[in-house]
């Protein structure tokens, strides 16, 4: 089993629609999460940081269920320049310094 | 400000031959990470510096594979005889200091083994 795992995709969504991913992750130790969005051909860059309580930034909604050990990020009202891939992102344990990434969920919005 | 670079961005070299990949972290930023990334695949972790030591090196995929990092700055990764395998696009990232809160990665380096 992948200590991160993603539903690869693709998503293709109309452009307005909202849109929701999910992540699970394995180590129940791992105390960091975060999406990165990376573009074709491009390097990952991050997206934002999730908390335990939830986050939101714009039409970004980030949520981590510990119990559950998933992570989920909701898109709102989505724009043509959201079309990218997300990587859920996981940092590997308590103490280790490594972050082990998922595979990546693909999403095209079409106009 | 300068980001993360890398050199070369594209490498192509004959089955066999050694490679040198080079990364420049951001000034200030003392933990360096290298990732592989092959077509459609996810990031694969190599090694983590702290400073000039490599604390977790755990992700080098064979002793063909290895890295230094020097003055806290500047790492290479140097891969030997190299194998069509080792085709990939290697990413260096860094942060300021761990945990790996933010890592601003760099363009890549795009490896092609022929």
């Known amino acids: 089993r992948k200590e991160v795992e993603q539903d690869p995709g693709p998503f293709n969504v109309p452009e307005g629609a909202t849109v929701a991913f999910n992540c699970t992750y394995s180590?129940?130790?791992?105390?960091?999460f975060f999406w990165y969005r990376q573009d074709c051909r491009k390097e990952p860059k991050l997206l934002m940081s999730v908390y335990s309580s939830g986050n939101e930034d714009g039409r970004f909604t980030a949520q981590l269920n510990r119990a559950s050990q998933y992570i989920s990020l909701l898109i709102r009202d989505s724009k043509l320049s959201d079309s990218a891939t997300y990587l859920c992102?996981?940092?590997?344990?308590?103490?280790?310094?490594?972050?082990?990434f998922g595979q990546g969920t693909r999403l095209t919005i079409n106009p | 400000g300068a980001g993360v670079s890398q050199s070369p961005s594209n490498k192509v070299t004959e089955k066999g031959k050694d490679v040198e990949l080079r990364c420049d972290p951001i000034s200030g930023h003392t933990a360096l990470y290298w990732y592989r990334q092959s077509l459609g695949q996810g990031l694969e972790f190599l090694i983590y510096?702290?400073?000039?030591?490599?604390?977790?090196k755990s992700g080098l995929p064979s002793d063909r594979f290895s890295a230094e990092r020097t003055g806290g700055s500047v790492s290479t990764l140097t891969i030997q005889r190299t194998q069509q395998e080792d085709s990939a696009v290697y990413l260096c990232?860094?942060?300021?200091?761990?945990?790996?809160?933010?890592?601003?990665f760099g363009p890549g380096t795009r490896l092609l083994v022929l």
């Open positions: 992102v996981v940092n590997g344990g308590q103490g280790a310094q490594k972050l082990v």
């Open positions: 990232a860094s942060s300021l200091v761990p945990p790996a809160e933010t890592q601003y």
């Open positions: 510096f702290q400073g000039n030591s490599a604390p977790d």
């Open positions: 180590n129940s130790a791992s105390q960091s």
